[in-house]
């Protein structure tokens, strides 16, 4: 069955830099684009940014461009979110989305803290 494992969420300073990771399996991973969400405290979950399956195109929430940077690897099967300059807005849980025929696949999240 379809698995995805976020990790590497953490509390950081307003500035700072943290690295998400998503493991994924029981799919071929190298065959579908791939998503990063989160969700705030008392908010919709949002898409942060999304990557095609052969790492051609990527897309990003205008909050974060500039800032974040989604990658893959799918020899190892990975997602990744380089996230630099963290804003206290950018506290919220992150998860993995695998769009996948016609359901959504998620991960457990990981929690984003940034705060002074």
């Known amino acids: 069955q379809v698995q995805l494992v976020e990790s590497g969420g953490g509390l950081v300073q307003p500035g700072g830099s943290l690295r998400l990771s998503c493991a994924a399996s029981?799919?071929?991973?190298?065959?579908?684009?791939m998503n990063w969400y989160r969700q705030a405290p008392e908010k919709k979950r949002e898409l942060v940014a999304g990557?095609?399956?052969?790492?051609?195109?990527?897309n990003y929430a205008a909050s974060v461009k500039g800032r974040f940077t989604i990658s893959r690897d799918n020899v190892r099967n990975m997602m990744y979110l380089q996230m630099n300059n963290l804003k206290p807005e950018d506290t919220a849980v992150y998860y993995c989305?695998?769009?996948?025929?016609?359901?959504?696949?998620w991960g457990q999240g990981t929690q984003v803290t940034v705060s002074s």
């Open positions: 989305n695998a769009p996948i025929a016609n359901n959504n696949y």
């Open positions: 029981g799919f071929t991973f190298s065959s579908y684009r």
């Open positions: 990557i095609s399956s052969a790492s051609s195109s990527t």
